[in-house]
């Protein structure tokens, strides 16, 4: 598994990965494809302004074109303080190969080497087991339950906070 940074040729990857009622289950249903298209026009510029890591998994063995997923970390403002979040999403053809949790693993890495980030939140609706397993894994604290407001939907999430460089590299969990 390898990361690259999100392009504009992605379209289609990420009207896969959010405009699917199956991929977008626990996170309030599909959305708009033209919201999607518009989101991926602002994410390649975030990535050339270097404001967000917004990374897409390539399998292993597979070229750059084919796209398993995204694993994102960026940074906006709650109650004043910068927060670090980070978020993932697996197609459903490549889930169960271990690559959103290899794909957080190395952004974590990641931001321990760089250092800006700081502590990195994580907010898994309550019901998705895979993304809270994830989290239980590689170290993250659970801190508890709160709302979330998502794409103007309002979704009951896990909030879970991990320090990079403290968090596990654990491939057994």
Known sequence: MRLRDVEAGDVGAYVRMRCDAVMMAELGGPLPEERVRERLRKDVVE??????????????????EVVAGSVTLWSHE???????????????????????????RELLDAA???????????????????????????????????DVDFADRVLHCNHWVVVPGEHHASDTE
Do not use: Y
């Open 47 to 64: 990535v050339a302004e270097d404001r967000s890591w917004i990374k897409v998994i390539v399998p292993d063995g597979a070229g750059p």
């Open 78 to 104: 709650e109650d004043g303080a910068a927060v670090a979040e980070i978020g993932w999403m697996v197609l459903p053809e490549f889930q169960g190969r271990g690559l959103a949790k290899a794909a957080v």
């Open 112 to 146: 321990s080497r760089d250092g800006r980030w700081g502590p990195v939140h994580a907010f898994p609706a309550t019901a998705n087991g895979p993304s809270n397993g994830i989290c239980r894994a590689l170290g993250f604290r659970l801190l508890g339950e709160l």
